[in-house]
Every structure is written in C-alpha cells, then in structure tokens.
C-alpha cells in the first residue's frame, strides 16, 4: 500500500507540474479580464518558394527548446535552407502547447490555418500526447489499460477527421507526423503498462498515416529508451534542444525520402 500511494503521490506532482493540465481546486477561481483575440489578416500567412506548416501540440511548438529555433521545425527548415534547389523558406506554425486532437480539429476551423494549409508544400504534425495524458489524470487512482483503450477508438476517429480536413485545403502537400513516446518512462517506470498504450496509439496513428498516400509516420519512442541518454527537458516531458535535434533528423529524412528532386 505504501509504494502505491507514492507512485500516485508522484503522479499527481508530475500532472501537476505539466502546464496543460491543471487539478481544479475547491475555490472559483477569480475572473480573467476578457482579452479578445484576433485573428491575423490573412495576407499575413508567410510564403515562400518552400512553405511549411507546423500544426498540433507542444513538441510541434517546440516547448523545452533552449535555443528558441523553434524545435524539431527550426531543425527541419535549417535543413531544408541547405540545399542548393530550396531559395526561400517560410514557416508557419500553429501548434499549440497542450493542444489534444478536439483542440486541433477546432484549430483547422481558423481561417489563417485553413489558407497556410493551402499554401503549404510541407504540413507538419505532432498530436496525441495530451490525449493520452487526460486519460492518465482522469484515472491517476486506477490506471488500467481499460480506459487507454477506450479513449484510442476516439483517437483514431479524430486523427482521420483531422487528415481528412487538411486534404481537403490542400490534396498536394506532404504530411508528417511525428509518432508518440513515453513521457513517463523515467519519473514514473511502475507505469510501464504506458509504453504498450503508446505502442498501440503510435500503430494505429501509423495506419492512418500510410494510407494518406503523401505522409510519412516519423517514429521517436524508441529515442527515449534510456534514461542516461539525457534528451528530456527540465521538466521530464518534452524534448530538449538535443532531443529535437535528432527528431529533426528523422522528420527531414522523411521529407526527402519520397522526393528526391528537393
């Protein structure tokens, strides 16, 4: 009884210290001004002989980045910037940290995402992470496979509707996901149940993906094996500076792989 109410202890301090989840409290909390958000113009959507669109979650984002070059999509458009045939780049990046696959799918109802998704030769796309974690804080007191499974059928609905919706802008570009890995692997290793619940996400995410014709699944759970290979980020979720770099290398292998003319 003594271990499992430290492994539950621990997995409340990690939720608890993960921005996108927060552990409502008996007190309201006191109201936010209202700051209302606007939308840039949509002649403001950047342009370029080569255009890539970032859309999804943190790690898209690039959050644990120290050096602020935007994660694995700086990593990738450096890359991309070194070759004789590209002459320009643009970047535009509407991944958002926390975003689950019901925030994307409202996301890709924007109007400025819906044009930048027309204009892209490059879509790049990291989702599923946040879903798996709600699962985790709804069921901290009883984690069993169970739930996992259940909230994956909705996962693997949303993530079609989600590629459906961007061929519908744009039936060209290339799409690149970037798989799923174990955030829990090294703060909480009794949870080990979690790699198996990723492995099944990142195979039927995998199927998805192969069957879009244009997309390539880019793997990464096996980049967070070892705890000594030191890839994670201060707060042992997301990747670090070092951690994005090898994705970056991986997602721009991808990229090359079916198109050699680039």
Known sequence: MKKIMILLTSALVLLAGCDQFTFKSQEPAPKKAEVKKTEKPLDEVKKADLTITGIGDSLTAGVGDDTKNGGYVGIVKNKLSGLESTNSIAVNNYAVHGNQTTDLIKKLDKKEVQNALKQSDIILLTIGGNDIMKVVKENVFNLTLQPFEREQTGYEQRLAAILLTIRQYNPDAKIVYSGLYNPFKFVLPQL?????????????AKKLIEADGNAEFVPVADLYQEKDDGLLYKDAFHPNTQGYSLIGERVFEAIMRKDGSR
């Open 192 to 204: 080990s149940e979690i790699d198996l619940v990723v492995a099944k996400w990142n195979e039927a």
